[in-house]
DNA sequence: CACATTTGACCTGC
DNA sequence: GCAGGTCAAATGTG
């Protein structure tokens, strides 16, 4: 992140405070469309961030300004920008927003079921996420995983999801996603980010228009411990492992096509990630297909896609596992595309913003 | 070597 | 004080 100097910070603000202000007038003309909750959710956290950066901006400005009062020295040209009182307080600052942040991010939960047929769908919803953390949960039989996304660290990406089996059903996971992706739209921005080295990163880095709302083709092979787990603990005793041992999973309504095989590759740990399954030379043809997870669905569908509620996952799940055709909102890349690009006539201009 | 998971310690909210 | 959530050092893997 470029510190800037305070004429950067000048128009920062400005262009956050004119975000700030678009953000609220959509707000006003979505209170008509009756959007729905994760709609409100997503605008109330776009607000949150922005007034969160303006408040960042403004005491970033004001250390900057104060810094150069009082400081008379020349202030060098390659060096960071930012004082050490100001890296400080930003850290600080930081440190108190992420637990804010915690509080306001959209939260929503999503289940993965094993079905038991196949293919391994669902569980992977299209983002890399990175495991770091487990933690036995009082009355749960089974830990609770934590992950947060592989691009956190490059970009700021904060979403995080938590994937726990189910006590009842063993072949059920529940995963609570909380905040949105921000990594893919700061990668579209052109956000400094760590040069990927493996091919596969590479993948997410897609057309602009696509990549808004389409999952990289970097699609992570394992919610995964648990997946793991259980293979060793049921799949063992129920599949045969051939060459391409798979696992079926649906998440919600969402299938997944996309086979991930569950052998040994997927076991590890480490090892730069997971390649793409893909577009490795097992994939099916059906890898095409993308389905986007709840989030994606009910925000950037326009309406136009079903709103999941928690308490109708359960239903779901069989209409999505019974007649995948034609209730599932199996989507292909087309017609994300079609459906989930930003309204033309939207005012935001998150470019401006990032 | 880079990047992943594991796991005990630490932090935070109730 | 406890439970849930996160951090970070240790360790594993290709």
């Not at 933690?135 to 749960?140: C, D, F, P, S």
């Not at 956000?191 to 389409?214: G, R, Y």
């Not at 480490?270 to 390649?275: D, L, V």
Request: with cysteine; charged share 20%.
């Amino acid at each position: 992140m470029e510190g800037g100097s305070s004429w950067d910070l000048s128009l920062l603000l400005s262009l956050l405070s004119q975000g700030e202000q678009q953000t609220r007038q959509l707000e006003a003309n979505l209170e008509a469309a009756s959007p729905d909750e994760h709609c409100k959710s997503l605008l109330q956290q776009i607000r949150s961030n922005l007034e969160e950066a303006i408040s960042m901006a403004k005491m970033m400005d004001n250390t900057a300004g104060t810094a150069a009062a009082s400081d008379s020295s020349p202030r060098s040209n390659s060096g960071s920008p930012r004082s050490e009182n100001s890296d400080r307080v930003f850290k600080e600052h930081e440190r108190r927003e992420l637990c804010r942040k915690r509080k306001t991010m959209p939260k929503w939960t999503s289940q993965a079921r094993v079905s038991g047929s196949g293919a391994a769908e669902g569980l992977e919803d299209g983002y890399s996420w990175r495991k770091y953390g487990q933690k036995e949960i009082l009355g749960a039989k089974h830990p609770r995983g934590y992950y947060r996304c592989t691009h956190r660290n490059s970009v700021g990406c904060l979403a995080t999801k938590q994937v726990q089996r189910s006590d009842k059903d063993p072949w059920l996971f529940d995963i609570t996603y909380r905040g949105e992706h921000t990594c893919l739209q700061k990668l579209l921005q052109g956000a400094p980010v760590a040069a990927p080295k493996d091919e596969d990163s590479h993948q997410n880095l897609m057309h602009p228009t696509q990549q808004q709302q389409q999952p990289p083709m970097c699609l992570e092979a394992k919610p995964q411990a648990e997946i793991l787990e259980l293979q060793n603990q049921v799949l063992s005793s129920s599949f045969s492992f051939g060459s391409t041992p798979l696992a079926d999973f649906t998440l919600g309504s969402q299938l997944f096509p996309a086979t991930v095989p569950l052998d040994d590759n997927f076991m590890g740990s480490g090892g730069g990630g997971f390649s793409s399954p893909f577009i490795s030379p097992t994939t099916t043809t059906d890898s095409n297909y993308f389905t986007l997870p709840p989030f994606q669905m009910s925000s950037y569908g326009g309406g136009s896609m079903p709103n999941i509620s928690e308490s109708g996952f359960t239903e779901i799940i069989s209409a999505a596992t019974s007649n995948s055709t034609t209730n599932s909102p199996r989507v292909n890349a087309a017609f994300m595309m079609d459906h989930l690009e930003f309204d033309p006539v939207f005012p935001f201009d998150p470019a401006k913003f990032f």
